[in-house]
């Protein structure tokens, strides 16, 4: 019989899923690069730049599981304090959220046009060369594991994969519609500022709820 225990409960599916929308939606460096392909290049590119960047979160997504399972398997203790470090961590980009908002801004006059592996490599580039990305998997991944579960150990590399699941369509979606998404972003501070405080709200809440959990 199939084991799908590294398959997580259907609620922290769910949750995780919900969260991962909200952080594939929240405009970054990323996303500002998929906009400005797009408008230079068309769609193919803005696609390209996607499929690099998705390709450096594949890489990191499997660095912080393996390496969190390996934690996992060494000390419990070291975990749980991990998950308290990742609680506070994620209270600070609630904090930052708030307090300086997104930076999202396309200069398409500013980005040359680039082959199309020319510009998947900069996608690549752009989440295998930034340390926060790897820093985000190691502290938001073991909000949703359980470490006294015997399945934790697939659970987190479940997770760590099911996060592109969630992104690589989202992101599919604002590139189809690049130039009204851009326009709408840039001519609408209030649409900006409900994207920062969605995401601290989110965050906030999963912090939250690990030191709920955690002091009963």
């Known amino acids: 019989m199939l084991n799908l225990d590294f398959i997580p409960s259907l609620q922290t599916i769910a949750l995780f899923s919900l969260a991962s929308l909200i952080l594939a939606l929240t405009p970054g460096p990323d996303m500002a690069l998929f906009l400005a392909r797009t408008v230079t290049g068309g769609r193919s590119a803005g696609f390209a730049a996607m499929f690099g960047a998705s390709t450096g979160l594949i890489v990191h997504a499997l660095l912080a599981g393996l390496g969190l399972s390996a934690l996992l398997a060494a000390s419990a203790t070291a975990f749980f304090i991990l998950k308290i470090i990742g609680g506070f961590y994620l209270l600070w980009l609630a904090y930052g959220a708030i307090r300086h908002g997104s930076a999202f ?6 980005v040359p046009k680039q082959t199309w592996l020319a510009t998947f490599l900069t996608g690549l580039g752009i989440n295998l060369t930034n340390p926060k990305v790897i820093v985000f998997f190691v502290t938001f ?4 594991i359980d470490a006294g579960d ?7 590399l479940f997770l760590g994969l099911f ?3 969630i992104g690589i369509p989202t992101n599919a979606v604002v590139i189809l519609i690049a130039e009204r998404f ?3 972003m840039q001519s609408s501070p209030r649409a900006m500022r409900a994207f920062d405080y969605g995401f601290a709200g989110i965050v906030t ?3 939250l709820k690990l030191v709920l959990t955690q002091g009963r």
Not at 105 to 110: G, K
Not at 141 to 144: A, G, K, R, S, Y
Not at 150 to 156: D, I, N, T
């Open 141 to 144: 991944l073991p909000q949703f």
């Open 105 to 110: 801004s396309v200069d398409s006059n500013a």
């Open 205 to 207: 809440a999963f912090a």
């Open 182 to 184: 851009t326009n709408f």
């Open 150 to 156: 015997p399945s934790a150990s697939g659970q987190l």
């Open 163 to 165: 996060f592109l699941l």
